[in-house]
T-cell receptor
Framework: GAGVSQSPSNKVTEKGKDVELRCDPISGHTALYWYRQSLGQGLEFLIYFQGNSAPDKSGLPSDRFSAERTGGSVSTLTIQRTQQEDSAVYLC?????????????FGPGTRLTVT | GQNIDQPTEMTATEGAIVQINCTYQ??????LFWYQQHAGEAPTFLSY??LDGLEEKGRFSSFLSRSKGYSYLLLKELQMKDSASYLC??????????WGAGTKLIIKP
């Protein structure tokens, strides 16, 4: 079946511009996660959606970052007034459930470069 | 704070065995995951441990000791394609995954 998809695969933007990154999770997966990964670094948790519950936004680095998940499926991560330090690969993952042995399936990521 | 420690880089020889260690200090524990990440690609799931002991899956095994806050990933009969980063992640009491920075494994012929 189809895996997690993300778009765009690459995005180059000028400092100060807004960007939107999209994630299509695996159908039926109720949990959706956004991560950020800088070159050679581990994954930095950003935000987590589980079903109809309020999202866990504890990882968002600033109020320039926001995310929504429409209809319990597609999610959009928005970065306003981008800064050079926002440059990273943004990974989306989905999981059938948040607990148990259910692993997270990752999308290919969006490489964001802020010039 | 929450912390996951892994060696930054390891080197091993094709056909040999390598053990990648992970120690953690987290707010609660609800399972530990190992993921493999090839350069430029997304992480893929390798193993899950929630009880103490060894879980074996083909050439890969993962061990957990909750009392020691310790896990290792054991890779046997190393192949060149095993060259990748190996990420340890612990799910805390809020069911949030805390990720280590990963261990870059270099396999030499």
């Amino acid at each position: 079946g189809a895996g997690v998809s993300q778009s765009p695969s690459n995005k180059v933007t000028e400092k100060g511009k807004d960007v939107e990154l999209r994630c299509d999770p695996i159908s039926g997966h109720t949990a959706l996660y956004w991560y950020r990964q800088s070159l050679g670094q581990g994954l930095e948790f950003l935000i987590y959606f589980q079903g109809n519950s309020a999202p866990d936004k504890s990882g968002l680095p600033s109020d320039r970052f926001s995310a929504e998940r429409t209809g319990g499926s597609v999610s959009t991560l928005t970065i306003q007034r981008t800064q050079q330090e926002d440059s990273a690969v943004y990974l989306c993952a989905s999981s059938l459930l948040e607990d148990g042995a259910y692993e997270q399936y990752f999308g290919p990521g969006t490489r964001l470069t802020v010039t | 704070g929450q912390n996951i420690d892994q060696p930054t880089e390891m080197t091993a020889t094709e056909g040999a065995i390598v053990q990648i260690n992970c120690t953690y200090q987290t707010s609660g524990f609800n399972g530990l995951f190992w993921y493999q990440q090839h350069a430029g690609e997304a992480p893929t799931f390798l193993s899950y441990n929630v009880l103490d002991g060894l879980e074996e899956k083909g050439r890969f095994s993962s061990f957990l000791s909750r009392s020691k806050g310790y896990s290792y990933l054991l890779l046997k009969e190393l192949q060149m394609k095993d060259s990748a980063s190996y990420l340890c992640a612990v799910r805390d009491s809020n069911y949030q995954l805390i990720w280590g920075a990963g261990t870059k494994l270099i396999i030499k012929p």
